[in-house]
Nanobody, 127 residues
Framework: QLQLVESGGGLVQPGGSLRLSCAAS????????IGWFRQAPGKEREGVSC????????NYADSVKGRFTISRDNAKNTVYLRMNSLKPEDTAVYYC????????????????????WGQGTQVTVSA
């Protein structure tokens, strides 16, 4: 069974930075598009960013463009989400998810397109 484990969340002040990691076990991450999603209390899940299997294509929600950067190191079986200039509204549980067999340029931000999900990591942006 596919396993994804997120790490790197925590408490940070507004304007600060964090780097989230999504590590895979029991499968080769390079075959999968990986998306990052987030869900704040009382809100619907939101697609944040996605990277294609090769890393050649990326996609970002408008709310994070210019502040967040997704990247992957397939040799380490890990995908990263670098988050800069964090705002209180970025507070949420962040999840990574995997999608297989959707093509080399697949970068969806729709959760229903992803079949395997991690347990999430909490990000809190507060003074």
């Amino acid at each position: 069974q596919l396993q994804l484990v997120e790490s790197g969340g925590g408490l940070v002040q507004p304007g600060g930075s964090l780097r989230l990691s999504c590590a895979a076990s029991r499968f080769i991450l390079g075959y999968y598009a990986i998306g990052w999603f987030r869900q704040a209390p009382g809100k619907e899940r939101e697609g944040v960013s996605c990277i294609s299997p090769s890393g050649g294509s990326t996609n970002y929600a408008d709310s994070v463009k210019g502040r967040f950067t997704i990247s992957r190191d397939n040799a380490k079986n890990t995908v990263y989400l670098r988050m800069n200039s964090l705002k209180p509204e970025d507070t949420a549980v962040y999840y990574c998810a995997a999608a297989y067999g959707r093509g080399n340029y697949f970068t969806s931000l729709t959760g229903a397109d992803f079949t395997s999900w991690g347990q999430g990591t909490q990000v809190t942006v507060s003074a």
